[in-house]
Nanobody, 127 residues
Framework: EVQLVESGGGLVQPGGSLRLSCAASGFTFDDYAMAWFRQGPGKEREFVSA????????LYADSVKGRFTISRDNKRNTLFLQMDSLKSEDTAVYYCAKFSAFHYDESYFNDHQGDYWGQGTQVTVSS
């Protein structure tokens, strides 16, 4: 059974940092590209960042470029998202997802969202 368990969210002030984790099980982790999505209050789920199976290729949404860093540890079957210089508009529930391929194209990840989603982790940026 595929399981994706996100953690690391919380309440942080604007300008602060958080590091999210996604523990994966039930599939061969390093066979898949991985991505982060988020869903803010009253908004649709949106792409945040993705990385290839080996972590060498990375893609970021314009809204987080230069502030967020995606990484993965294939030995621990874990995906990470380091979030720095957080803004109030980053407030959302963050989810990780797996993909069969990596493309330098946000639309690929938006169009091929699969059926496996974790419970998400809440990030709230507020003073």
């Amino acid at each position: 059974e595929v399981q994706l368990v996100e953690s690391g969210g919380g309440l942080v002030q604007p300008g602060g940092s958080l590091r999210l984790s996604c523990a994966a099980s039930g599939f061969t982790f390093d066979d898949y590209a991985m991505a982060w999505f988020r869903q803010g209050p009253g908004k649709e789920r949106e792409f945040v960042s993705a990385t290839s199976w080996n972590g060498y290729s990375k893609l970021y949404a314009d809204s987080v470029k230069g502030r967020f860093t995606i990484s993965r540890d294939n030995k621990r079957n874990t995906l990470f998202l380091q979030m720095d210089s957080l803004k109030s508009e980053d407030t959302a529930v963050y989810y990780c997802a797996k993909f069969s391929a990596f493309h330098y194209d946000e639309s690929y990840f938006n169009d091929h969202q699969g059926d496996y989603w974790g419970q998400g982790t809440q990030v709230t940026v507020s003073s």
